[in-house]
């Protein structure tokens, strides 16, 4: 009762309420709602606008780099269409997409903190105003350094929305720890669908309408999400009602590092899988874009169809359980992927890789609210930041590392070293069994009696 209360005090009362319960009960429902729709738009645009790139950039790349080479006068400089994809796929599009992680990373250490300052509405709207800015970036790009710029602003709005959307279901959902997991759930549904639709959206509406018409599409959307939260949750800054941990002590909580680092060693397992495979395929069995591009797609399945409907089954198996099957699901996955005798067969591995990271992510991040409950009040945005960091250092580690593993000891043996992470960090998940609430009266007392003692001499 307490806690519904405090959502209620810090997102403000509705005009007209007078306190009676089942009215506020109602009223809180529809608020509630409201919340996981705009998070969950928020996180669909921004895993979308992470992937609709895909399909775009090497042929963009390519024309313009050659545009550029047909301008200078120095014949010697040029090259054929095939050097220019080559060169483009090796620096390019790698530069360009890592640049999106780590901005991300750096600007967390910014957002989660900020959230504990003004609340979390606000940060989820500058988060849309800055991908919206980012979109624009895109749509209007005719330079190699304005899409480095516009995918670096992406990953500012993206620390926003990310730090601020996490907190605000925690703390929407925070009297009831189910309906909170099936609320984070549907969010993360949210993030899959978003990388399942993005390349054929990009692919299809570049094709047709230049890169202009991608962009355009998810501007529109983009402010359309912005009007939505604008009218449902009205932004303004909250007060808190409860002083919140500190960065440094919610970082020196062992469970809250835990939880982050489960979350990121599986996507580790998928970092390290997205940029390999696909050139595995094309070596192993000549296949194509098409078949590259849709060779994630069962995983994009998975995962949506784990978040959204299996997360009560995966609380009544314990959540901790739940991460470390995710763990061994995946790292049997990457062993049994380098083996498969065609594509149709790898489907299966790709599907089941998909599900064993879904089980992790949705059981680690209702653990990280269940921490925060118990020792950090009101530390959500910090807690789903240092959560993200991790995420974010896996993304922008991992392609690159990969592709330099696979070069020096081959893709099989990539895997497996992708599979014995996974596999080694399963025990450490054993330390979030239980979660022990912080004893402040205690810690008080102990403080009282250090500034007592002195005064005794």
Wanted: with cysteine.
């Amino acid at each position: 009762m307490t806690k519904s209360k405090e959502f209620v005090d810090d997102y403000g009362k509705i005009d007209g309420d007078d306190g009676n319960s089942k009215k506020t009960g109602s009223k809180f429902e529809r608020h509630k709602h409201g919340t996981l729709f705009v998070v969950m738009i928020a996180y669909f645009l921004d895993c979308m606008l992470i992937t609709v790139v895909v399909p775009i950039l090497p042929d963009f790349l390519t024309k313009m780099y050659n545009e550029q080479e047909i301008n200078t006068s120095h014949r010697w400089l040029r090259e054929t269409a095939d050097e220019a994809d080559a060169r483009w796929h090796s620096l390019g599009i790698g530069y360009i997409l890592c640049t999106k992680p780590l901005m991300q990373l750096i600007v967390n250490f910014f957002a989660g903190p900020l959230t504990k300052k003004i609340g979390y509405s606000i940060p989820m709207l500058a988060g849309f105003v800055i991908t919206l800015f980012s979109i624009m970036m895109f749509a209007i790009s005719r330079s190699f350094w304005m899409l480095v710029a516009a995918r670096s602003i992406q990953g500012v709005g993206s620390a926003f929305t990310v730090a601020s959307g996490m907190g605000m279901l925690a703390k929407a959902y925070n009297d009831d720890d189910h309906e909170r997991g099936r609320a984070m759930g549907i969010a993360l549904a949210g993030v899959s669908v978003g990388l399942m639709a993005g390349p054929p959206f990009g692919g299809f509406l570049y094709h047709y309408g230049g890169i202009f018409a991608p962009f355009g599409v998810l501007a529109g959307i983009t402010l359309l999400a912005i009007v939505i939260e604008i009218v449902l949750l009205h932004p303004k800054i909250e007060e808190q009602q409860t002083k919140a941990s500190s960065l440094l002590q919610v970082l020196s909580d062992h469970q809250v590092i835990i939880t982050a680092l489960a979350i990121a060693v599986c996507n580790f397992g998928m970092a390290t899988t997205e940029p390999t495979i696909p050139l595995w395929i094309q070596r192993t069995w000549s296949a194509g874009p098409t078949l590259q591009g849709l060779i994630f797609f069962p995983s994009s399945v998975a995962s949506a169809i784990c978040s959204t409907y299996f997360e009560p089954t995966l609380e009544r198996m314990g959540r901790w359980l739940s991460a470390m099957i995710g763990l061994g699901i995946t790292a049997v996955c990457a062993l049994v992927i380098p083996h498969m005798p065609n594509y149709y067969c790898l489907l299966l591995p790709v599907f089941v890789l998909g599900w064993g990271v879904a089980m992790t992510q949705a059981s680690m991040f209702p653990t990280i609210s269940r921490v925060v409950d118990a020792r950090h009040q009101n530390a959500y945005g910090v807690a789903f930041a240092i959560a993200d960091s991790a995420v974010c250092l896996s993304f922008a580690v991992g392609p690159s590392m990969s592709e330099s593993l696979v070069k020096i000891i081959g893709f099989d043996k990539t895997l497996m070293v992708t599979a014995a992470v996974c596999i080694a960090f399963m025990p450490f998940l054993l330390f979030l069994r239980t979660i022990k609430p912080r004893n402040d009266e205690e810690e008080e007392e102990k403080e009282q009696e250090k500034e007592e003692k002195p005064e005794k001499y």
